[in-house]
T-cell receptor, first 113, second 112 residues
Framework: EPEVTQTPSHQVTQMGQEVILRCVPI?????FYWYRQILGQKVEFLVS????????KSEIFDDQFSVERPDGSNFTLKIRSTKLEDSAMYFC???????????FGPGTRLTVL | KQEVTQIPAALSVPEGENLVLNCSFT??????LQWFRQDPGKGLTSLLL?????REQTSGRLNASLDKSSGRSTLYIAASQPGDSATYLC???????????FGEGTQLTVNP
């Protein structure tokens, strides 16, 4: 069964460094999303992406964040200058656009030291 | 702004019991509602999706209902098993292709 994959599973970085989190959505899906979950807190929406552009973003998704779909399969989230409070589990999700059932990847645990 | 609340925050039951998890949302103008399961340190597994026009959906021992006008959904788990132990999350989508807004989850423990 097709699934969303994410790499790496765990990323440790120093404060101020740039990180890129990678996702491969399900191949025939049209909408792509990033969410994050700080330990012990709710899953929070960051950004959605459709037709090669951002369709919606939350107040969390400031100028430090960017997303890209560099080719037909990958979807990336870049954090330009990481802060301690960026430490969280980051989830990628995709849906095919009918019924809009979102399927999530296993997540990347980002630890900022 | 949509807010999603789940009650109870935690639930512990003996194996074999039927149980109900509750989810409420503040804005009834939703497109659909999804229930997810999350195991510790893992991703989210979609369990059931209910469209706004539907009243319920069933998958195996799981049954989810939706009362859009009152802003409520329930997840019924029949004949619970230790393998059902996980956190169950409810999330609503307000328009096609838009964000999911999540509740805090119910942490379920099924004791053998």
């Amino acid at each position: 069964e097709p699934e969303v994959t994410q790499t790496p599973s765990h990323q440790v970085t120093q404060m101020g460094q740039e990180v890129i989190l990678r996702c491969v959505p399900i191949s025939n899906h049209l909408y792509f999303y990033w969410y994050r979950q700080i330990l012990g807190q709710k899953v929070e929406f960051l950004v959605s992406f459709y037709n090669n552009e951002i369709s919606e973003k939350s107040e969390i998704f400031d100028d430090q964040f960017s997303v890209e779909r560099p080719d037909g399969s990958n979807f990336t989230l870049k954090i330009r200058s990481t802060k301690l409070e960026d430490s969280a589990m980051y989830f990628c999700a995709s849906d095919r656009g009918s019924y809009n059932e979102q399927f999530f990847g296993p997540g990347t645990r980002l630890t900022v030291l | 702004k949509q807010e999603v609340t789940q009650i109870p925050a935690a639930l512990s039951v003996p194996e074999g019991e039927n149980l109900v998890l509750n989810c409420s949302f503040t804005d009834s103008a939703i497109y659909n509602l999804q229930w997810f399961r999350q195991d510790p340190g893992k991703g989210l597994t979609s369990l059931l999706l209910i469209q706004s026009s539907q009243r319920e959906q069933t998958s195996g021992r799981l049954n989810a209902s939706l009362d859009k006008s009152s802003g409520r959904s329930t997840l019924y788990i029949a004949a619970s098993q230790p393998g059902d132990s996980a956190t169950y999350l409810c999330a609503v989508c307000e328009t096609s292709g838009s964000r999911l807004t999540f509740g805090e989850g119910t942490q379920l423990t099924v004791n053998p």
